[in-house]
C-alpha cells in the first residue's frame, strides 16, 4: 500500500458520509454477476463514480455501487488486477469498510472448479488461499496504527465462524455447504489446462482472479473474513470445452436465488451474533 493510502480511504469515507450516516457491522463485496442479492435489500445507494478515489470498472458482470442499509453495506463490483489500475484500487473497499465501523466481511466471487467433485452453480465456503498473484497488497512502507508489518494469516477465513455458518445454513436451508481452498491468479487469460494441473497438484480447489488481497488487507485490519465462490465453470482442461465470460455470468445468474439465500442466511447469522 503506498503512503497516501489511507488518506484516499479517508476522501472515500467523507463522500459516503455526505450521503448516509449509517453504522454498518457487516460488508459484503459482491464479485461477476453476483449482484442479484441487491433485489432484496433496500437502502441507499451510492455509485462509485460519487465515491472520491473508488476505480469505476467497465466488466460486465459488475455493477460498480455500493448500497448501505442499517448495518449492512454492500459493495456491487470490484477492481481487479487485470484492469491495471494502481494495486491499491483493489484493496479500498476493504478499508473503507473498515473505517466506517465494519466488523466483519463477506467476499464473494466467481470461480472456476479444479475439484472433480464439484459442478458449475455450486457454492463453496472458502477456508484458505493460495496467493498466486505475484504480489502482496501489503507490501510497502507499513503504519503499525493501522495492522502489523507481519499479519498472521493462518486462519484468514475464521474458522470458529465457518463452522457456525455452516451449521445454520444446514438447519435453514438444508444445504450441506463444501469447503474449498481458492488459489487466485492474475488474469485476465483463464489459465492453462497445465495451470490447472499445478494448482490441483498445490492443493486448489477453485481458481479466480480476485478476492486474496482483499482477504489479506481485511485480516492485516482485523476484520473477520467469509467467503463465498461460485462455482460458474469447471476449470480450464476438466471439460473438453473452452472457458467463456458469458458462461461466468450465465451460470451466475442460474445460481442467483440460491447465493441469495446462503448470503441472507449468513448476513443474519453475523448479525445475531453480535
Ligand atoms: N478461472 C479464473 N477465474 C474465473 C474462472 C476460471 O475458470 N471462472 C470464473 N472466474
Given amino acids: 500500500m503506498k503512503e497516501n ?60 455501487v455500493m448500497r448501505i442499509h442499517d448495518d449492512l453495506c454492500v459493495f456491487a463490483g470490484r477492481t481487479h488486477f487485470y484492469e491495471g489500475t494502481d494495486e491499491d484500487d483493489i484493496v479500498l473497499t476493504i478499508a473503507i469498510m473498515k473505517s466506517l465501523g465494519v466488523k466483519q466481511v463477506i467476499l464473494t466471487n466467481a470461480a472456476g472448479a479444479v475439484n472433480r467433485g464439484y459442478v458449475p452453480g455450486d457454492i463453496i465456503m472458502l477456508k484458505d488461499h493460495i496467493n498466486y498473484m505475484g504480489y502482496n497488497p501489503l507490501k510497502g512502507a507499513n503504519d503499525d496504527n493501522y495492522g502489523p508489518r507481519f499479519p498472521d494469516v493462518s486462519d484468514a477465513y475464521d474458522r470458529r465462524l465457518r463452522m457456525k455458518i455452516k451449521a445454520g445454513i444446514l438447519e435453514k436451508l438444508g444445504y450441506e455447504l463444501q469447503e474449498g481452498v481458492y488459489m487466485a491468479f492474475n488474469g485476465p487469460s483463464y489459465e492453462t489446462p497445465a495451470e490447472i494441473r499445478m494448482a490441483g497438484i498445490l492443493g486448489a480447489d477453485l481458481v479466480g482472479m480476485s478476492t486474496v488481497p482483499e482477504v489479506i488487507v481485511a485480516n492485516y485490519l482485523d476484520l473477520n473474513v467469509v467467503g463465498f465462490s461460485c462455482v460458474t465453470n469447471m476449470a480450464a482442461g476438466i471439460l473438453d470445452k473452452p472457458l467463456s465470460h458469458a458462461e ?27
Fill in 5 to 64: 493510502f489511507f488518506e484516499r480511504v479517508e476522501k472515500a469515507v467523507d463522500a459516503i458520509r455526505l450521503v448516509s450516516s449509517c453504522q454498518p457491522k457487516t460488508g459484503l463485496v459482491l464479485g461477476s454477476g453476483l449482484s442479484s442479492i441487491l433485489h432484496t435489500i433496500d437502502g441507499v445507494d451510492i455509485p462509485y463514480s460519487e465515491i472520491d478515489g473508488m476505480h469505476v470498472g467497465k466488466i460486465s458482470g459488475h455493477a460498480g
Fill in 248 to 274: 461466468v455470468i450465465k451460470t451466475g445468474k442460474e445460481v442467483e436465488v440460491k447465493l441469495c439465500a446462503i448470503l441472507l442466511t449468513t448476513i443474519d447469522f453475523l448479525q445475531d451474533m453480535r
